[in-house]
T-cell receptor
Framework: GNSVTQMEGPVTLSEEAFLTINCTYT??????LFWYVQYPGEGLQLLLK?????DKGSNKGFEATYRKETTSFHLEKGSVQVSDSAVYFC????????????FGGGTRLMVKP | DTGVSQNPRHKITKRGQNVTFRCDPI?????LYWYRQTLGQGPEFLTY????????KSRLLSDRFSAERPKGSFSTLEIQRTEQGDSAMYLC?????????????FGQGTRLTVV
């Protein structure tokens, strides 16, 4: 079956530090890949997505590249802000199963001023 | 449109009682999904609808769980004879069936506490 593994948190960084959150996946076929973010007290929001190998998704300074050869979709940001503190979820969408999402366990990011 | 709406936001119930949650998707979206999220975990898929048809329900956690979407608009998720292990956040999402990567938009969830 499909699965997503992401690095456990919490990840604690100082403002303006470089961020990497690792995500690897196992899937049959060719899934689409997503990063969702959950800010405190709010619902899940789509951060970025990539639909095929070598696609790069980007939004709000965050980037992730769909790497089929390493089955990875690592999230990066060059300079984090306190407002980026949230829980980040990597997910894949099985296009052959109604686009249901399979999520990783989430990684909590805490950015200190 | 204000996005996916879920009601109630919080529900506290006694063990053994039945509960029902409602989800109103984004109006033009034909797909509707239910997920469960327990503390410190990622959301877990439960079931989904395309219009009024429930196309996948094998992931519902037990026969105490059921979902409906009678007119292809709002949906309800019912849990009968609740147990303490049912305490979780129940999330609804909707998407529009166009293109290959049909991104899902999530509601804020209903937090269930079974005491």
């Amino acid at each position: 079956g499909n699965s997503v593994t992401q690095m456990e948190g919490p990840v604690t960084l100082s403002e303006e530090a470089f961020l990497t959150i690792n995500c690897t996946y196992t899937a049959t076929g060719y899934p689409s890949l997503f990063w969702y973010v959950q800010y405190p007290g709010e619902g899940l929001q789509l951060l970025l997505k990539a639909t095929k190998a070598d696609d790069k998704g980007s939004n709000k300074g965050f980037e992730a590249t769909y790497r089929k050869e390493t089955t990875s979709f690592h999230l990066e940001k060059g300079s984090v802000q306190v407002s980026d503190s949230a829980v980040y979820f990597c997910a894949l969408s099985d296009n052959n199963a109604g686009n249901m999402l399979t999520f990783g366990g989430g990684t909590r990011l805490m950015v200190k001023p | 449109d204000t996005g996916v709406s879920q009601n109630p936001r919080h529900k506290i119930t006694k063990r053994g009682q039945n509960v029902t949650f409602r989800c109103d998707p984004i109006s033009e979206h034909n797909r509707l999904y239910w997920y469960r999220q327990t503390l410190g975990q990622g959301p877990e898929f439960l079931t989904y609808f395309q219009n009024e048809a429930q196309l996948e329900k094998s992931r519902l956690l037990s026969d105490r769980f059921s979902a409906e979407r009678p007119k292809g608009s709002f949906s309800t998720l019912e849990i009968q004879r609740t147990e303490q292990g049912d305490s979780a956040m129940y999330l609804c999402a909707s998407s529009d069936l166009t293109g290959r990567a049909t991104e899902a938009f999530f509601g804020q969830g209903t937090r269930l506490t079974v005491v």
